[in-house]
């Protein structure tokens, strides 16, 4: 048994089938940090203000940042165990599927999803992630995602609480072309085709691959799968330019002068869908009716993508003093976002600030046979304990679909 299976099996062993996770914090030199992460004020720029300001924290993660000048192991989660650290991918790589179960192991080989805390001062580029056939091309993986604005975390809306979201139908797409055309002259126009959402705290998003998309500045937490690829199609935003090599960078060398080639690369018919905000929006759906029980647990991101459970997200808040056996059908990432309490015999408790590099008690990771087998959470403390999990693909076939909310 190589270390890191022994290390990965003794936490687990001493944590009830839960490893401890320490914060993973990656910046984006191209962004401005929303401030609402929890990181100490002077820790923002703790990598160098040549690497950007932290703006993100991601959770459960075996995908690797793509960011220039990173180390080998940025955006990857380490596991606690005593004075020992270790990556939650090598971990899952020794020990496969009796931590994330022997259905995703055997289709993926590794853990394929990830979150985030996404947290920016004001809006970015409106983009597109690539979908799977694109992005191998690249030697990469494509990225659906999700959105869900949690409540204690947006206190204040930032600049911009709008979000851009696909195309205005009947925008043709020699009209991307001609805004790709004018990369260099200044902003390009292309949120003139677009349309922007209000942000609302509480409710989400389903954004397929290929679909464009321009963040507002809610604190977003954000499932979604294991890539970190990208093509940025705004030239401008609020007043700072972007580079080219941002709307390049994950598509063929060859073809990075040819904008009508990066416009066929979207998915046209998601991008002017007229009913976009029915076949996308989410709001939360409780599960059951548990509140006499003294806790509710809420799905907040569902749905299919091209047809395929991709991932999931629950929200459970617990009320002070009430205890619970919480049975999943799938392993799980779990960040607490308010309160304090147990999750088997790790305790949990949400942070007022963090200083950079510090171990925090409110991440965990869930094996998925003690997910399945139950595990019992309990708030010890005065106000609600509060927390978000999200799940691999096709561990919960009893997700609603999208539109659901209206049911």
Request: with cysteine; net charge negative; aromatic share 10%.
């Amino acid at each position: 048994m190589s270390n890191v299976a022994k290390l990965a099996a003794d936490a687990l062993s001493e944590g009830g089938g839960i490893f401890r996770l320490s914060p993973t914090w990656v910046p984006r030199a191209f962004l401005q940090p929303g401030r609402r992460l929890k990181l100490h004020p002077n820790d923002y720029y703790a990598l160098g203000t040549h690497r950007g300001g932290i703006d993100e924290r991601w959770f459960g993660s075996t995908t690797v940042a793509t960011n220039e000048g990173a180390p080998d192991d940025e955006g990857l989660s380490y596991c606690v165990f005593g004075d020992e650290k270790f990556t939650l991918k090598d971990a899952i790589s020794e020990l496969g599927g009796e931590i994330i179960g022997d259905a995703i192991w055997g289709k993926y080989n590794r853990w394929p999803v990830y979150s985030k805390f996404f947290d920016n001062m004001g809006p970015i580029p409106h983009h597109m992630h690539q979908n799977s056939e694109q992005a191998a091309k690249v030697g990469q993986e494509g990225k659906p995602e999700s959105y869900y604005f949690p409540p204690q975390l947006n206190a204040i809306g930032n600049n911009f609480p709008y979000t851009f979201m696909g195309l205005e139908p009947g925008t043709t797409k020699q009209d991307v072309i001609d805004c790709l055309d004018r990369w260099n002259d200044g902003d390009n126009g292309i949120l003139d085709l677009s349309k922007a959402y209000r942000l609302k705290p509480g409710t989400g998003w389903l954004i397929p691959p290929c679909v464009l998309h321009a963040p507002g500045s809610l604190l977003t937490y954000e499932p979604q799968w294991g890539s970190d690829v990208f093509g940025m199609y705004q030239s401008m935003v609020e007043g700072r330019a972007v580079h080219r090599s941002l709307l390049t960078k994950d598509f063929p060398e060859d073809k990075h002068d040819d904008n009508a080639y990066l416009v066929e690369a979207l998915d046209w018919e998601a991008n002017v869908d007229p009913n976009f905000k029915q076949n996308n929006y989410l709001e939360p759906i409780t599960i059951g009716d548990t509140a006499a029980a003294g806790y509710v647990d809420r799905w907040v991101v569902y749905g299919k993508v091209n047809g395929e459970q991709l991932f999931t997200a629950k929200e459970l808040t617990v009320d002070p003093g009430a205890k619970l056996t919480l049975k999943d059908t799938g392993a799980y990432s779990w960040i607490t976002v308010q309160g304090e309490g147990k999750i088997g015999n790790l305790r949990l408790q949400t942070p007022a600030m963090i200083r950079f590099g510090e171990i925090t008690e409110d991440e965990v990771f869930v094996i998925e046979k003690t997910a399945k087998e139950g595990v019992t959470i309990e708030n010890t403390g005065s106000e609600p304990l509060v927390s978000l999990r999200y799940f691999g693909p096709d561990a919960c076939p009893d997700a609603p679909n999208v539109g659901d909310h209206h049911k």
